[in-house]
Every structure is written in structure tokens, then in C-alpha cells.
């Protein structure tokens, strides 16, 4: 059966008025050395009894034991047994107690003789809250940085009382014992009766004076023990804060991905400093506003992340774009208390103490620290910390240093970030303009070495035989007018596509039919096939289309080239559609479509690109300078409009639409006539030439 009280709650109990102290254990091991050196260089032989929390601990002191069971006969020593400790008689008595009984929290030594006692009574307390963090949950049985209560009297009477405590608990667990505990009992005075009730020791000294020497002893030993303690939670702070140093660090180096660098440093911030919030967004010194999108949040906290925050009213970005530095409230509901003068000023305006009431009452912020995340001077982001449920809070220097080295580091790593980002984005425009090198010279080598070819046969055919046919020589003259008409399109489109690029090109914007723009655009693709079977031209176009805005030679390029494109991928007995459609109430939207070769779904991005050739440079079966879809693009866009392509994949036919800007319908009347005959000239002009 368990003993249920501690022998400390048995001397508070039978004296009341005995205030126990705090004792560390360092203070306690020298204060049990002190007692039992008494007993070694003593020659009356007391009685000792000793108490251990666990066998370990007794292990530490065995030897000491040994040396003073040479000395007296009465030695007993408790401990709770975690190996081979048990009940035992030897150079001393030995008694085991349970590890679930007060004893294991106790640490108690008395010394007692006919002529003077001594007693040292003491029960551990808990660790105060936030020291096991710093010091460490394994090192907490050995630490001596552990904190007991107690007494620790020279008191005769109250060391015969708790020797009687003592000895009532030996002969519970070792009832053999009885005999030699009476023989105690009665060599040294003890008695179960309480000690009679003392004045306080300031009025008058229990027992002997255990002299100035002691006394300075213990308040040394205590002095240093909370000047180490200090120390300890100093050097825990450091290593705390380069750990989260550390951890963001490498965070950057691993990812160099902006969003993972801010989400990693809220989450480790937020717990290091055991904030209810933890907050950080991107934005200039110029922005309005900011969209939360990392944070980290105590359970219970209410998230912001997707709030859109207010930064134009913000006393607090205001003041610490001002500083390029923190920024801090340490009680929201006494905002003038604040230690920044300059930013009390602010909170005095109606405006800022209307945001600031306006954000405390809706999020429950009761202390507030903003950090700018800054780079050579320019604003990043910024970093916020915020303790909720109204609770006001002291900014230390230490945290707010803390909080100033990570925004530091979020900053270098942000910069490194997009570094990172702007050199993979020139790595991709190098490897395009590498494409582009590329083909540029197999297409132009192609498309220039075949009509240059045939224009030097059919010059020196015509030379060397001044008597050839009237009929061949125009065969021969017909089919070098037809690759020199070929090579001064390459030309021209390697000028316009220059002139698109440079944003050298004028634009002529203007009312426009379609009907009538798409008619020219048909003419000219029949022009330039001359008598070759082209497939099925189909345009369907309501007849009450309003009409567009835009350059009228432009936009029947535009057309002639998709529809070009169509013809030279479409075989004779296909179709090619011209159709349009309003697109909301601003743009038309007009499809090329054919029942052609078709292009696979992945590509259709891509044949937009210059010199982009589906089959590659040197396996064509169609001719042309992979420009045409690629000018088609920058005009359209240069109107406003947009380009996109459609395909099934092979042999499924495509689908080429673009958008284009179109007048109210409140134009003037006579516009349509005017933009007609604008419009009409210029594939006269393509036709003259």
C-alpha cells in the first residue's frame, strides 16, 4: 500500500507558519554535501536518513554512503529501484518505494543526534512554462537547473519531526526493521508528536544558527544558479534564432522558388515566436492594396489569406516605408502608448484611427509588428506579426532583430528568385533565336537557291540557243518572271515582318465591309493560282454585319495569307469556309476553315512562330517562308485583336480565327461607300504589280 503524503506537506501541516523556498539543484547537492561531511568529520555517530528520487541518483552518491556508514550504525537510505536496488541489509539499510509515490518526487536528508539536528526537506515542482523548450525534455532528470521546494532547518525538534515521518515510512516497507528502528527512536529522542508551534524566525531563530558562512553559501550558490539559467535561455535564443536563420536559408538555396520561400519563412517565424499570425505579401510602395496569400495561423486564429488588405490607409506601411525599418503596436486598444512617437501621430488622425478600430474590431489583432521586406532600398513585400483574442504584447529588441534578419533574408532570397526566373526566360529566348538562326538559314538557303536556280537555267538556255522556238523562249521566260515574282515575296515578307518587329509599320485604321474585304482577298488567291485547281472557296457572312474598324490593305493580307495557307494544305476536292460571327459587342470573329491536311493539337501554338515549318526545313512538300501565320499575328494584334488556331489533328482539316474591332452601330451613314472605294484600290494596287 502507497504512502499518499509528501513529508514536506507533513511539516508544512504541523507547522503553519513555516514558509518553504525555492532551491535549485545544484543549491541542493551542496547543501546534502555540507550535512553529510558533517557526519564523516563528526564523532557522535547520528542518525541519517536519505531519500533519492531514483536509483541513478543514488548511484551518483554510493561511495559517500559507504564512507558514512563507517561512522554510524543508523543509516538509511530510499530510493525508488530502476535496476537492481531492493530491500536489503548491508554496510547500510536499504528501502525500496514505489515510482508512483510522493517520495519520487522528494528530496529529503536529515541528520540528528542527542545534540543537534539538522533536516533538509524538499518536493520538485514543475518546470516554469517555456524553459523545457530551451533546455530540453531529455536532460531534465540530471539538469541542475530543476527547481524543489522545501526546508531546510537546523531546527533540533523539526528534524526529530521529520526523522519520525521518515522512520514511519522505512517500517512500511521493511516492517522487519522494527527493532532497529525503535533503537533509533529512543537514542535519539523521536517521538510522533509534532513539534510545538515556533514564532516566525524573525521573531525568534528556530534552533542553532547555522552561521554566516552557510547563509552566504546559499544565496551564492542560488545567485549563480539563476545567472546560469539566464544564460542557457540567452544562448537558447541565439541558437533559436540561427536555426530559423538557417532553415529560411536553406529553404532559398533548395527552391529559389519565390512562393515557397515566403510560404516556408511565415510557417517557421510564426512558430518560433508563438505568434497568432504570422503574414506575408508582395507589393510597392505605390500600391493601394495587397492579396494575402501566405500565412501562417495558431489554431483558433480566423486565416486572411485571400483578404484583400488596405494599405492606402495604413498608418503603419506609411510609417514603415518612412523608416525602411519595423513598425510596432504592443496594445491596439492604447495605440498612443506606442514607443514610436511619429507613429502615434498618424493613429491620431481620424483616418488611422478609424482603420486601425476598423481592422482590430474585425480580426481581434491585439498587438501588431510590420517588417518591409526591402532590397537596396526598394519595398518587396511586407512581413506582419500579429497576437490576437485582444491580448496585448511586448515587442522585445530580440524579436524584433529576429523578425528584421528574416525579412533580410526573404529579401535576398526574393531577388535571387527572380534572378533565377529572368535568366531562364533569356535562356528560352536564346534557344528560340537559336531556332530561329537556324531555320532562317535552311529555309531562306532553300527558298532562295531553287528560283535563283531556275531563273539562271532559263537566262542561259535563252542565251546559248538564239534559235529556240518563239514558244519555248516564253515557257523560259514565263518560269523566271514566275521565281523572281517568288523571291520578291521572300523579300517582302522578311521586310514586313522587320517592320512589325520594330514598330515601324503605319496604320491606317478605318470603317471596312468584310464582305467586301474578304471578296478582294479571294480574287487575289485566285490571281496567284492562275489555272490551278483550287479547292472549293465558300464564304458565308450575314448580310446585316456591321462593319469593322481597321488598315483595309492590312486586313485583305491578312485574309489573302489564311486563305493561302489553306489552299497550299487542302487538296482540290476539299472545301475552305470563310465565315463571321459577332463576338460580344466589340469584336467579329472570323474563321478560315478547310477540310485539309490538319495539324496536330500540340503544334498549333507553334506554327504561329517564324519560319515554323510542320515538316522542316528541308523535307517541304509545300513551298513558303514559314513568315506568313507569323505577320498574320502581329498585324492582328496590332488592331487589338487575337489569332488562334483549331485542329483534330491529321488529316481532320483546320480552323483559323481571328478578331477584329467593329463600329457601333450608330456609324454615320455614307461610311460603308467611303471605306468601299478605300478598300477597293488596293488590290488594284497588288494587281498592277
Excluded at 552561521?211 to 535564443?237: D, N, V
Excluded at 524579436?399 to 526566373?421: R, S
Excluded at 520594330?502 to 464582305?515: C, M, T, Y
Aim: aromatic share 6%; charged share 25%; hydrophobic share 40%.
Amino acid at each position: 500500500m502507497n504512502v499518499k503524503t509528501s513529508v514536506l506537506e507533513d511539516l508544512l501541516q504541523a507547522q503553519p507558519h513555516l514558509r518553504s523556498q525555492t532551491y535549485f539543484k545544484s543549491s541542493l547537492i551542496a547543501l546534502s554535501h555540507a550535512m553529510e561531511d558533517q557526519v564523516l568529520a563528526g564523532e557522535n555517530s547520528p542518525l541519517v536518513i536519505a531519500t533519492f528520487q531514483k536509483e541513478r541518483f543514488y548511484r551518483m552518491e554510493a561511495s559517500r554512503y559507504k564512507r558514512i556508514a563507517q561512522a554510524t550504525q543508523q543509516v538509511y537510505v530510499l530510493a525508488a529501484p530502476e535496476s537492481d536496488f531492493t530491500n536489503q541489509s548491508g554496510h547500510y539499510e536499504t528501502i525500496a518505494f514505489n515510482s508512483d509515490e510522493p517520495l519520487s518526487q522528494e528530496w529529503n536528508l536529515v541528520v540528528l543526534s542527542p545534540n543537534y539536528g539538522t533536516c533538509l526537506v524538499c518536493q520538485e515542482r514543475d518546470m516554469p512554462e517555456g524553459e523545457t523548450r530551451w533546455l530540453g525534455q531529455t536532460s531534465l532528470e540530471i539538469d541542475t537547473a530543476r527547481r524543489f521546494e522545501g526546508i531546510w532547518s537546523f531546527d533540533h525538534d523539526l528534524s526529530r519531526f521529520v526523522a519520525a515521518q521518515l522512520l514511519n515510512r522505512i517500517l512500511h516497507y521493511r516492517p522487519e526493521l522494527a527493532d532497529k528502528v525503535a533503537q533509533a527512536r529512543r537514542d535519539y529522542g523521536i517521538d510522533d508528536r509534532p513539534p510545538e508551534p515556533q514564532l516566525p524566525p524573525a521573531v525568534e531563530p528556530l534552533g542553532m544558527n547555522p552561521g554566516p558562512f552557510a547563509e552566504r553559501l546559499i544565496t551564492y550558490l542560488q545567485a549563480g544558479q539563476y545567472k546560469l539559467i539566464k544564460a542557457y535561455r540567452s544562448i537558447a535564443a541565439q541558437e533559436e534564432q540561427e536555426r530559423l536563420v538557417n532553415s529560411i536559408t536553406t529553404a532559398i538555396r533548395q527552391s529559389l522558388d519565390p512562393q515557397e520561400i515566403l510560404k516556408v519563412a511565415v510557417r517557421e517565424l510564426g512558430e518560433a515566436l508563438d505568434v497568432c499570425r504570422c503574414l506575408v505579401y508582395r507589393c510597392k510602395e505605390s500600391d493601394a492594396t495587397a492579396t494575402i496569400v501566405h500565412e501562417y495561423a495558431a489554431p483558433g486564429i480566423q486565416s486572411l489569406v485571400g483578404e484583400t488588405w488596405n494599405l492606402l490607409d495604413n498608418p503603419l506601411f506609411q510609417e514603415a516605408i518612412e523608416r525602411q525599418s519595423g513598425v510596432f503596436l504592443e496594445d491596439t486598444d492604447n495605440p498612443q502608448q506606442t514607443r514610436m512617437e511619429s507613429l502615434a501621430s498618424l493613429l491620431e488622425r481620424p483616418t488611422g484611427r478609424d482603420w486601425l478600430a476598423q481592422q482590430v474590431q474585425r480580426w481581434k489583432i491585439g498587438a501588431w509588428l510590420m517588417m518591409p521586406i526591402l532590397s537596396r532600398g526598394k519595398l518587396l513585400g511586407i512581413l506582419e506579426l500579429h497576437h490576437c483574442q485582444g491580448c496585448a504584447h511586448h515587442w522585445s529588441n530580440d524579436e524584433v532583430a529576429l523578425v528584421n534578419t528574416i525579412a533580410i533574408q526573404m529579401g535576398t532570397g526574393l531577388i535571387q528568385a527572380e534572378t533565377y526566373a529572368h535568366l531562364e526566360d533569356l535562356n528560352q529566348q536564346l534557344e528560340a533565336l537559336e531556332r530561329t538562326r537556324s531555320n532562317l538559314i535552311a529555309i531562306t538557303g532553300h527558298e532562295l537557291r531553287t528560283p535563283l536556280s531556275t531563273i539562271q537555267i532559263c537566262l542561259e538556255s535563252l542565251a546559248s540557243e538564239p534559235d529556240m522556238p518563239a514558244e519555248l523562249q516564253k515557257v523560259m521566260l514565263n518560269t523566271a518572271l514566275v521565281d523572281a515574282e517568288r523571291l520578291r515575296e521572300l523579300v517582302q515578307d522578311f521586310l514586313t515582318l522587320s517592320r512589325f518587329e520594330s514598330g515601324r509599320v503605319e496604320w491606317n485604321l478605318e470603317p471596312l465591309s468584310l464582305q467586301e474585304c474578304i471578296d478582294l482577298a479571294m480574287s487575289g488567291v485566285k490571281a496567284r493560282y492562275g489555272g490551278e485547281s483550287l479547292p472549293e472557296l465558300v464564304v458565308d457572312i450575314p448580310p446585316d454585319l456591321p462593319l469593322v474598324q481597321a488598315d483595309g490593305e492590312w486586313l485583305v493580307q491578312v485574309l489573302g495569307k489564311l486563305l493561302d495557307n489553306a489552299c497550299k494544305f487542302t487538296p482540290s476536292g476539299g472545301s475552305i469556309t470563310v465565315r463571321a460571327t459577332p463576338m460580344g459587342y466589340r469584336l467579329l470573329k472570323v474563321t478560315v476553315a478547310d477540310t485539309g491536311r490538319g495539324i496536330e493539337p500540340a503544334r498549333v501554338e507553334d506554327i504561329f512562330e517564324r519560319f515554323y515549318q510542320e515538316e522542316g526545313a528541308l523535307r517541304r512538300t509545300t513551298g513558303g517562308t514559314g513568315l506568313g501565320l507569323a505577320i498574320c499575328r502581329q498585324a492582328i494584334q496590332r488592331w487589338g485583336g487575337q489569332v488562334w488556331a483549331e485542329s483534330e489533328g491529321k488529316d481532320r482539316g483546320s480552323r483559323f480565327h481571328f478578331t477584329i474591332p467593329r463600329l457601333d452601330d450608330e456609324a454615320p451613314s455614307g461610311s460603308t461607300s467611303d471605306s468601299t472605294a478605300r478598300v477597293s484600290a488596293v488590290p488594284k494596287r497588288r494587281r498592277s504589280r
